[in-house]
């Protein structure tokens, strides 16, 4: 199963709401990502898990909150986002390698509105 | 700091004509990988080719061929007879030894007509 799922395709949320993104991989990956993809643009690194702890937060606003219950679960807590918070979020998986770097694989994303 | 180029915005080409995507990279570390990815409109990022430091053996996939060149820091991605389904956007990315961090390219949009 070489495959990267994320729940819902779709959100759309008011600025007062609290939801959720769900990512799930079952490739035996112990590395997980989260992206923010606008428009036009090359996706950002948002979040990095390596053995379900937390290695990388690129000065995320605390308006989202990761999560990342086991190796093959990733949550995204979304709360009081704006506007501009609205953009294809995807999630990526990738073996953890001591002397080599792999490819990451991606989910097929959530495409987030605020209102 | 890492830096990847993709200078074509955007191409648009005729079917079964042959289209080369441009990437060059900029990075101090003398360990690291380049990827293309491929994004249709679907939105998943879907993983085509990955390349270390030092394997500069070009390669070829189908229709699907890269030429890595150390000496002018590039990466070239070429899709021979080119068919609709290509139309995509497509990324280069670069990440140094160590690092966790993909610095992808602004990505060329490819439009295949018919």
């Known amino acids: 199963d070489t495959e990267v799922t994320q729940t819902p395709k779709h959100l759309v949320m008011g600025m007062t709401n609290k939801k959720s993104l769900k990512c799930e991989q079952h490739?035996?990956?112990?590395?997980m990502y989260w992206y923010k993809q606008k428009a036009k643009k090359p996706p950002e690194l948002m979040f990095v898990y390596s053995y379900e702890k937390l290695s990388i937060n690129e000065s995320v606003p605390s308006r989202f909150s990761p999560e990342c219950p086991n190796s093959s679960l990733l949550n995204l807590h979304l709360h009081a986002l704006q506007p501009e918070d609205s953009a294809l979020y995807l999630c990526a998986s990738s073996q953890e390698g001591r002397n080599s770097y792999n490819e990451q694989f991606f989910g097929p994303g959530t495409r987030l509105t605020v209102l | 700091a890492q830096k990847v180029t993709q200078a074509q915005t955007e191409i648009s080409v005729v079917e079964k004509e042959d289209v080369t995507l441009d990437c060059v990279y900029e990075t101090r570390d003398t360990t690291y990988y380049l990827f293309w990815y491929k994004q249709p409109p679907s939105g998943e990022l879907v993983f085509l080719i990955r390349r270390n430091s030092f394997d500069e053996q070009n390669e070829i996939s189908g229709r699907y061929s890269w030429n890595f060149q150390k000496s002018t820091s590039s990466f070239n991605f070429t899709i021979t007879a080119s068919q609709v389904v290509d139309s995509a956007v497509y990324f280069c990315a670069l990440v140094i030894q160590g690092a966790q961090k993909l610095v992808f390219g602004q990505g060329t949009r490819l439009t295949i007509n018919p």
């Open positions: 490739m035996g990956h112990r590395a």
